[in-house]
């Protein structure tokens, strides 16, 4: 038998939860909003394929940082320009790669459709003129430290595994303002620690993020990412981020992730999307994101790999309008896992699946902690073996009256006693125990508004985390994504 893991509830939940601070201030750049689709089935299991390939033998290699002498502080590059011209505003060149070679230290692309180009010089900026109107049609592959790469669009690159923006062994990477769309995976970190992506679009692609390698210090923060809805492979793809064989310290926090789901999955694959996949990584926080019209998140595993220390907080997730089967949450790799604040609403099957090292993919759950969050309107749990003592699915608040989704005639399925819309039954199954069934009373559900009324019996009904203890002022938590104040 395993050892008991302490529980999570007893102890700090520990670096993983760290807010991870970058020094380097970005400005802000306004994307245009994409248009909404549909979305159907996603699939259970998670994305394996191939590894990424590894760093190509000869690619360019980082140079010293700086302009050189005779480069202009600033060069200008323009699709009527001409290499043989002077870098400048008025007699722009024509090609990023000149640009880029003669050791300027900002380099800005004028409108037009410009080809794909390899930073190999640290500190370099690339800016576009913004991504409506600055297009690069090819891949931009990073791989010098502490590069910039903002307000353009990226397309175009259509081998499997491959970004239309690729980082690769490069650290510090700032990403802004970029639209990725109609990649293999949009934008591709791979060995790239301390990266960030924030304020840009990701759409379109088999995968919009995928984060691969070492990771310490990864954001991606407030962006938009949706419609990633092709197959990658036969098992990967549709997905808004993937974190694969990561090393851990991601955060993703702030973004909004919808309809990145795969409308017709070929027939015996399993690329059938949703929000994210994390598969053989460990350290990741998933916090104060929006998530529609697709399925949440899937864990697996393989070769030993750890999933430890996933944090998912302070999420919002709801079913949608658009056909097809959502599912929630599924919990095959979870240890010392927190699920904690959440609100779920309406998905198919159950907002939690929780597997302990049984099936493929699976790993262990010991010390996973579900709790004080709200799932209403389908089948809160579902519980498919036999779970380790350690592991803590209570303080929750769950409420299905009646529900369209699949199986959302229930409230929990456990193996060895099966379905139950029983409260009676939950604690005596050993879930949520001092948890609460009955209606949450938000203020406006249709409208997405998941703030709690007074007298909601969400409300001052949770259980007290130590790392965020400042959150709530009278040490008495509510339940679900919203604290009143």
Request: hydrophobic share 40%; aromatic share 6%.
């Amino acid at each position: 038998m395993a050892r008991r893991t302490p529980s999570r509830l007893s102890r700090p939940i520990g670096p993983a939860f760290a807010i991870i601070v970058l020094g380097t201030a970005l400005v802000v750049a306004i994307v245009a909003v994409g248009d909404p689709g549909t979305n159907e089935s996603p699939a259970r299991s998670p994305a394996v394929g191939p590894e990424s390939p590894t760093l190509r033998p000869g690619r360019a290699q980082p140079s010293s940082p700086g302009p050189l002498p005779s480069a202009p502080p600033v060069a200008w590059v323009s699709v009527d320009g001409d290499d043989g011209a002077a870098g400048t505003a008025a007699d722009p060149w024509g090609s990023p790669q000149r640009a880029i070679d003669s050791g300027a230290g900002r380099i800005v692309l004028l409108p037009g459709r410009h080809d794909g180009f390899i930073v190999a010089r640290q500190g370099l900026v690339m800016a576009g003129s913004g991504p409506a109107v600055t297009t690069v049609v090819g891949q931009v592959q990073v791989v010098a430290d502490d590069v910039e790469i903002r307000d353009m669009a990226i397309t175009g690159v259509n081998e499997p595994y491959e970004g239309g923006l690729l980082v690769d062994g490069a650290s510090g990477v700032r990403v802004n303002g970029v639209h990725a769309h109609d990649n293999s995976f949009g934008i591709h970190l791979r060995d790239a620690p301390g990266a960030t992506v924030e304020e840009s679009e990701i759409s379109r692609n088999g995968a919009g993020i995928e984060i691969h390698g070492r990771s310490t210090g990864t954001s991606i923060a407030s962006n938009r990412i949706h419609h990633n809805d092709r197959a990658v492979d036969a098992s990967r793809g549709a997905n808004g981020i993937v974190l694969f064989r990561s090393e851990g310290g991601v955060e993703v926090r702030g973004n909004d992730l919808y309809s990145n789901v795969n409308p017709d999955p070929a027939s015996g694959t399993d690329a059938g999307g949703g929000a994210f996949e994390v598969y053989g990584s460990r350290d990741v926080v998933i916090v104060d994101n929006r998530i529609w019209d697709s399925s949440i998140l899937e864990t697996g595993t393989e070769d030993d790999l750890s999933c430890s220390g996933l944090v998912f907080l302070r999420n919002v997730a709801w079913r949608g309008s658009s056909a097809g089967t959502h599912e929630g949450i599924v919990l095959r790799c979870a240890e010392d896992g927190l699920v904690a604040h959440n609100t779920f609403d309406g998905f198919d099957r159950f907002a939690v699946d929780v597997i302990h090292r049984a099936g493929p993919f699976a790993g262990s759950v010991e010390g996973l902690q579900v709790v004080n969050n709200i799932f209403v309107h389908g089948r809160a749990y579902s519980i498919d073996n036999e779970l380790p003592a350690s592991v803590a699915i209570d303080h929750n608040l769950v409420w299905n009256p009646s529900s369209e989704a699949l199986h959302g005639e229930f409230l929990a399925y456990v193996a060895g006693h099966g379905n139950t819309r029983s409260a009676d039954d939950l604690r005596a199954w050993g879930l949520d125990r001092h948890g609460v069934v009955a209606d949450p009373r938000f203020v406006d559900a249709a409208e997405r508004d998941y703030r709690l009324l007074p007298g909601s019996p969400g409300r001052d009904a949770g259980i007290a985390l130590p790392d965020l203890a400042d959150d709530v002022a009278d040490g008495r938590p509510d339940l679900g994504r919203w604290e009143t104040q």
